[in-house]
């Protein structure tokens, strides 16, 4: 390997969107656990079940279509109740989710989305709410291609009782993926028994985490957390995805209606759509990709294009288009953000881009993704940070074609142009 590319590598590793130079901003690892919980943060919920009589079932669960507002869960979270409540994460002026439970419960009938329960699986505990609406940012949570292997590094999301806070992030190792029969309590007076492909863990889980979401190292759904196992100690148990592929698939699932524009605030004017009839042109000067690789930058382009009125274009190069590269090398990792952000700018109002524009840079590594203004109202911010993070978190690993499959999956996903039928089958 080059001196230059494993430079490249270390300093992909650590820049949050421009690479630091190498001499003065060492390499560290990845903090992958933070990384996934911001991810996967939005997508979870609580989940509240009021069973009569002044009793209240509390849970987690995960927004796993949004078109469908279809929210999963455990179906020992929701018993046989016909309708539930659910919230999602709220942030304050810091940017940072409120965990405290009382923010919640006090400003319940703002932040308390109510929903039916549409589909149940007993056998598998699971069950699906159809929400009344998503609100404004929120993305649905991918689905794995694989159930997980043992060994494999997993996180958990839940709303333990017996923790003071909402949104607790647990790590894990899985000690193994098979079927299993096994008995549950659904509360003091009811024992359940269930059937179902599961997945056993390492990492702890309580009552009020039921019904969270278990996640790969990718943020994609692996399972579902059961938990509650009975004559068992120190033994976690989740739903394995295969069993959520297997509801999402039923008939009566897909013929739920998809409404794409279920949000907590309508918009009061459709925001623009890309005019033109042919979709950008990218460039690989940088040649970072497979041949392979990159004709699916042009796919997913002319899908953007054809089906939502978005641009896409992504340029690559091995030296800083318009300076020289020692000039750029010399630069202060903020100077360097902002030479490229610039850049990016400079194009997008070049080519009239109503979409998305990545920069990527070879000598000095450098990668800029640039949201233009008229397409802020079609793909959400989060989003574009979710790619970013694919983009530097695959490279730093050295997968480069990857790495570009995983971010234009994000961007698709986030429009429903994802192959979701083939993820539930």
């Known amino acids: 390997m080059s001196r230059l590319l494993l430079t490249l590598m270390l300093l992909l590793a650590t820049a949050?969107?421009?690479?630091?130079?190498?001499?003065?901003d060492p390499a560290a690892p990845v903090d992958t656990g933070a990384n996934v919980y911001r991810g996967v943060l939005r997508s979870t919920v609580w989940v509240h079940s009021d069973r009569g009589g002044g009793r209240l079932a509390t849970g987690s669960g995960s927004l796993v279509d949004k078109g469908r507002r279809l929210v999963l869960t455990n179906y020992?979270?929701?018993?046989?109740?016909?309708?539930?409540t659910v919230f999602f994460p709220d942030y304050g002026p810091d940017k940072k989710a409120i965990s405290d439970r009382k923010h919640y419960l006090d400003h319940a009938n703002k932040l308390g989305i109510p929903g039916d329960v549409v589909e149940i699986d007993k056998e598998g505990d699971l069950a699906l709410i159809?929400?009344?609406?998503?609100p404004?940012?929120?993305?649905?949570?991918?689905?794995?291609?694989?159930?997980?292997?043992?060994?494999?590094?997993?996180?958990?999301l839940g709303n333990p009782g017996k923790s003071g806070a909402l949104w607790v992030y647990t790590p894990g190792k899985v000690r193994q993926v098979y079927s299993?029969?096994?008995?549950?309590?659904?509360?003091?007076?009811?024992?359940?028994?269930?059937?179902?492909?599961?997945?056993e863990t390492d990492s702890p889980t309580n009552p009020g985490d039921s019904g969270g979401p278990l996640v790969n190292d990718k943020g994609e759904l692996v399972g579902v957390t059961q938990g509650g196992a009975i004559d068992a100690q120190a033994l976690s148990t989740f739903v394995d995805l295969s069993e959520v592929k297997r509801l999402l698939n039923r008939r009566s699932v897909q013929a739920l209606r998809s409404t794409d524009t279920a949000s907590s605030t309508p918009q009061a004017k459709e925001p623009p759509k890309s005019r033109r009839e042919a979709a950008l042109k990218s460039k690989d000067e940088g040649k970072f990709f497979s041949e392979e690789a990159?004709?699916?930058?042009?796919?997913?382009?002319?899908k953007l294009l054809k089906e939502k009125g978005l641009d896409l274009m992504i340029e690559t190069y091995a030296v800083p288009p318009k300076l020289d590269a020692d000039k750029v090398k010399a630069m202060s990792p903020a100077d360097r953000t902002k030479f490229f952000k610039e850049f990016a700018q400079e194009r997008v109002k070049a080519e009239k881009i109503v979409g998305l524009y990545i920069v990527i840079n070879k000598n000095p590594g450098s990668l800029y993704v640039d949201l233009s203004e008229a397409a802020k109202g079609k793909v959400p911010e989060e989003v574009v940070t979710k790619i970013k993070q694919t983009l530097l978190t695959a490279f730093g690993a050295k997968k480069f074609d990857a790495g570009l499959s995983d971010a234009l999956n994000v961007l698709l996903e986030s429009q429903g142009l994802g192959d979701k039928k083939e993820d539930k089958k």
């Not at 404004?136 to 958990?156: I, M």
């Not at 299993?180 to 003091?188: H, I």
């Open 136 to 156: 404004d940012g929120v993305p649905e949570l991918t689905l794995a291609e694989a159930s997980p292997d043992p060994g494999q590094t997993v996180h958990s």
């Open 294 to 302: 990159w004709a699916k930058v042009q796919g997913a382009a002319e």
């Open 180 to 199: 299993k029969k096994w008995r549950a309590k659904l509360d003091e007076r009811t024992t359940l028994s269930f059937q179902a492909k599961v997945i």
């Open 16 to 24: 949050p969107v421009a690479w630091a130079q190498a001499k003065t």
């Open 130 to 134: 159809r929400i009344d609406r998503v």
């Open 76 to 84: 020992h979270v929701v018993g046989d109740v016909k309708r539930a």
